[in-house]
C-alpha cells in the first residue's frame, strides 16, 4: 500500500497543497494515520458546518460563540435587574459613602470628649484632663480601625498601656 501523503489529498479535495496541511491540522488529522476516505469524509463534514454556520472559517465553533454572548447577555440583564430592585449596590458609591460616615462618627465622639469635660468640670467643679477621655475615645477608634470582618473580629485588644493609665489617673 503506497504512503499517503499532501499531495495525493490535495489532487483528492482538489486543494492545493499549502491549504492540505493547513486542514489536516484544523481537522486533527495525520497522514500517517489517516485514510484518504476518512480524510474526505472530515472535509465534508467541516464544510457542512461552515454551510450551516456552526463553524467559522478559521474553525471555531460559532455554536459556541452564541452560546457564550447570549450568557454575558443574561448575566448582564440580571445584573439590571437587581439594580433596579435595589438588590445590587455600586461599591464605589457605597465605599464613598461608609468613608463619610465613618469620618463624622470620628468627629462626633471626639467632640463628645469636649462636651463630656465641660458636663463633668460643671457638674463636679473639677477641671478633668481632656487627654483621659481622647486616649480612650482614640484606643476604640484604633480598635474599630484594626476590625476584620472575614477574620475574628479585631486583631487584638485595645493597648494595655491605655488601659491601665486611665486606671491609674482615677
Not at 481622647?134 to 488601659?163: C, F, M, S
Amino acid at each position: 500500500m503506497k504512503k499517503l501523503t499532501q499531495a495525493d489529498v490535495a489532487e483528492h479535495l482538489d486543494l492545493d497543497q499549502s491549504a492540505v496541511s493547513r486542514l489536516l491540522q484544523k481537522l486533527g488529522l495525520s497522514l500517517q494515520t489517516s485514510a484518504l476516505d476518512d480524510i474526505r469524509k472530515k472535509y465534508i463534514a467541516h464544510l457542512r458546518e461552515m454551510a450551516a454556520g456552526h463553524v467559522s472559517p478559521d474553525g471555531d465553533s460559532l455554536v459556541a460563540e452564541r452560546v457564550m454572548t447570549e450568557r454575558v447577555d443574561r448575566e448582564l440583564k440580571m445584573l439590571t435587574l437587581l439594580e433596579k430592585r435595589g438588590q445590587l449596590v455600586n461599591v464605589a458609591q457605597l465605599e464613598q459613602e461608609l468613608s463619610q460616615m465613618v469620618t463624622a462618627f470620628r468627629v462626633d465622639l471626639l467632640a463628645r470628649d469636649d462636651q463630656l469635660k465641660t458636663t463633668l468640670d460643671t457638674l463636679y467643679g473639677i477641671d478633668l484632663d481632656l487627654t483621659i477621655l481622647n486616649d480612650h475615645t482614640r484606643a476604640t477608634l484604633q480598635q474599630l480601625a484594626r476590625y476584620d470582618p472575614v477574620g475574628e473580629g479585631a486583631d487584638q485588644a485595645p493597648d494595655a498601656d491605655t488601659a491601665t493609665a486611665g486606671a491609674d489617673q482615677h
